[in-house]
Structure formats: structure tokens, C-alpha cells
């Protein structure tokens, strides 16, 4: 029972590793362009 338990838990944590990983390259690309959109609006 515990070697199924690992057997599913192992690919579903990496899953979500490399979709936070992902998204939080993601989130923090769009959160810096709007950072530069909104600090500097006349160089646009």
C-alpha cells in the first residue's frame, strides 16, 4: 500500500513542481513587463 501511495505521489509532485515552476516564471515575466509599462510609459 505504501509503495502504490509512492508510486502516485511521486509523478503528481513533479508534476506540480514543474507547473509551479512554470507559472511562476509566467506570473513574474507579466508582473515585470507591467512594472516597466507602468514606471516608464514615455519610452513606450
Known amino acids: 500500500?505504501?509503495?502504490d501511495t509512492a508510486k502516485?505521489?511521486?509523478p503528481t509532485h513533479?508534476?506540480?513542481v514543474s507547473y509551479l515552476f512554470?507559472?511562476?516564471i509566467l506570473l513574474t515575466l507579466k508582473y515585470t513587463s507591467?512594472?516597466?509599462i507602468v514606471?516608464?510609459?514615455l519610452k513606450i
Open 14 to 16: 513533479q508534476f506540480l
Open 8 to 10: 502516485v505521489v511521486q
Open 1 to 3: 500500500m505504501t509503495l
Open 39 to 41: 514606471r516608464h510609459p
Open 34 to 36: 507591467h512594472a516597466y
Open 22 to 24: 512554470e507559472h511562476r
